[in-house]
């Protein structure tokens, strides 16, 4: 038992990586439309640290580049759609997904939302705020989360119970806010465009337990890339 349960919790570990490594491949064949060079694309250099942080080997992350730029025979093009809606409880969700089949993903999405609703663009992002999110971790005891955040440029920030601190920016600024943080002490840990909820709903219980699993079936899908959700906590 102790080896069928170490074996499933591996593949479920290499499962979770390889989830992971699709979704930073499609962010990076999608920056790299707008040129090749990290350097001169900010969304492009921001996907390229990501997949550095997650191990993803040179070669790969070399080719993804080269397709999403077209250098590449057998290019694959990947469109965001963005969907929103209701998980159970009213809580308000907003999917955006990359794909190559908007007919398929559609039809997934519509699958999921059976247990909530989803609702036409616009029907809850004017309850999220869309901007500029980064997480940071401290580099020393003396970093001062405020302090940074005044001198980076960030518009807001929140610090979890381990120390992580979340800047939210101003959408054109996120590229240098998350520049000047390592100055102020703090080592970037993720950056990316994403909404934030103005009115987050509270539960707790079975239907929190419900939500939870609403939440967990959509982020299963391959398409989906990022999932935000208006629940507090």
Partial sequence: MGA???????????????????????????????????????RLRLAVEAAKK?????????????????????????EKVVYEGFAPHQVPVIVECLTDNVNR??????????????????????????????????????ADVEMAAIEAGAQDFEVDEDGTATFYTDLTDLDLVQKALPGQGFTVVSAKLGYKPKNPVSLDGEALNEVEAFLAAIDNDDDVHEVYVGLAG
């Fill in 4 to 42: 069928q349960w170490k074996a499933k919790h591996k593949e479920e570990a290499a499962n979770a990586k390889g989830k992971l490594f699709t979704k930073l491949t499609k962010e990076i064949m999608v920056a790299a439309r707008n040129g090749a060079d990290p350097d001169m694309n900010p």
């Fill in 54 to 78: 997650a191990s993803m080997t040179r070669e790969t992350l070399e080719r993804a580049i080269k397709k999403g730029s077209g250098q590449l025979d057998g290019n694959i093009n990947y």
């Fill in 105 to 142: 993903t559609i039809s997934n999405i519509r699958g999921l939302f059976r247990k909530g609703q989803l609702g036409t663009s616009g029907s809850v992002s004017w309850d999220f705020d869309h901007l500029g999110i980064i997480e940071a971790t401290p580099a020393s005891k003396d």
